[in-house]
């Protein structure tokens, strides 16, 4: 069993920065793409930014490039999401994922169905 947890959520003024950190337990965390998504009130949840086993290889959604960075350090078993230059649009709980059943060590999933675990989810607050 895959326990995920969140943190590192909060309210921040539009153009400014925060981190997000994922810890994980149980299983074998550095065989495991990771993924972060987030879900705006109304909304359906979509992708932000995804990352393989290794870190050798990540993706972005449209709306976050070249705002969002996706990292891994294997040796703490945690994700992170340094997420820079914030809008309100970036408003949402932000969750994290496992997929445990990424074929090599440069896939990158997308999609919800992909992933297996999820976290219990941190709320990320952009006011203008």
């Known amino acids: 069993q895959v326990q995920l947890v969140e943190s590192g959520g909060g309210l921040v003024q539009a153009g400014g920065s925060l981190r997000l950190s994922c810890a994980a337990s149980?299983?074998?965390?550095?065989?495991?793409?990771m993924g972060w998504f987030r879900q705006a009130p109304g909304k359906e949840r979509e992708f932000v930014a995804g990352i393989s086993w290794t870190g050798i290889r990540t993706m972005y959604g449209d709306s976050v490039k070249g705002r969002f960075t996706i990292s891994r350090d294997n040796a703490k078993n945690t994700v992170y999401l340094q997420m820079n230059s914030l809008k309100p649009e970036d408003t949402a709980v932000y969750y994290c994922?496992?997929?445990?059943?990424?074929?090599?060590?440069?896939?990158?999933?997308?999609?919800?169905?992909?992933?297996?675990?999820w976290g219990q989810g941190t709320q990320v607050t952009v006011s203008s």
């Open positions: 994922a496992a997929d445990l059943n990424a074929r090599n060590f440069i896939v990158v999933p997308t999609s919800i169905d992909e992933y297996d675990y």
């Open positions: 149980g299983g074998t965390f550095s065989r495991y793409a």
